[in-house]
């Protein structure tokens, strides 16, 4: 999900783990028109160094974009895997790791102003439920199970649905759904997309 325009200010992070010193890379977001976002992505099999380091840097592409939520399709990787932290609190941040997760119910419901990083200067309203309990594994494969709600519950279930191929304006009437297609065409045959 996206909350402001994205501010690519930090293109490159610099993180001291223990005596190792690792770089973490703000990757690229593919945008609406790449197949890779329409697919059905792969379960998460191997929780291994590459995986933590596609992790983190899911984490600086998000943070760097401003945004709350990234799945790995967004970087191109069609893995079951998605980064959040709705905290919006750099001093306090909420990281949530979600590899191969599974939506384990649902209740209530929400309706607000939705976008993706993948979709930059556009949103819409999207109703959602307002209450999600969620499993998954986290970096190391260990499983979890969480409750969360508004935005964090607007948040993961968006996400899931990156995974599924899925993007909100799915849920959107036709009509501006043709509105944003239109716009997003528009953007690509004067090469802005
Ligand atoms: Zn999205």
């Known amino acids: 999900m996206i909350i402001f325009k994205s501010n690519l200010l930090a293109l490159?992070?610099?993180?001291?783990?223990?005596?190792?010193?690792?770089?973490?890379?703000?990757?690229?977001?593919?945008?609406?028109?790449?197949?890779?976002?329409?697919l059905k992505a792969e379960n998460v099999t191997r929780f291994d160094d590459e995986l933590k380091k596609l992790i983190e840097?899911?984490?600086?592409?998000?943070?760097?974009?401003?945004?709350?939520?990234?799945?790995?399709?967004?970087?191109?990787?069609?893995?079951?895997?998605?980064?959040?932290?709705?905290?919006?609190?750099?001093?306090?941040?909420?990281?949530f790791v979600f590899a191969n997760p599974q939506i384990i119910?649902?209740?209530g419901?929400?309706?607000?102003?939705?976008?993706?990083?993948?979709?930059?200067?556009?949103?819409?309203q999207v109703k959602r439920p307002a209450i999600v309990t969620i499993s998954g594994q986290d970096q190391e494969g260990n499983q979890f199970t969480v409750t969360v709600k508004e935005l964090a519950a607007r948040c993961v279930l968006h996400e899931v649905d990156h995974l599924n191929g899925?993007?909100?304006?799915?849920?959107?009437?036709?009509?501006?759904r043709d509105i944003i297609k239109r716009k997003v065409k528009k953007q690509m045959r004067e090469g802005r997309w």
Do not use: W
């Open 12 to 38: 490159l992070s610099h993180f001291a783990s223990g005596s190792r010193k690792i770089e973490f890379m703000v990757l690229k977001i593919v945008k609406y028109g790449d197949p890779v976002l329409g």
């Open 57 to 95: 840097d899911m984490f600086e592409t998000m943070y760097a974009a401003r945004g709350v939520g990234l799945a790995a399709p967004q970087v191109g990787v069609s893995k079951r895997l998605f980064v959040m932290d709705c905290s919006n609190n750099k001093e306090a941040p909420e990281r």
């Open 105 to 107: 119910s649902v209740e």
């Open 109 to 124: 419901e929400q309706t607000g102003e939705e976008g993706c990083l993948s979709l930059p200067g556009f949103s819409g």
């Open 166 to 176: 899925l993007l909100y304006i799915h849920y959107l009437s036709p009509l501006k």
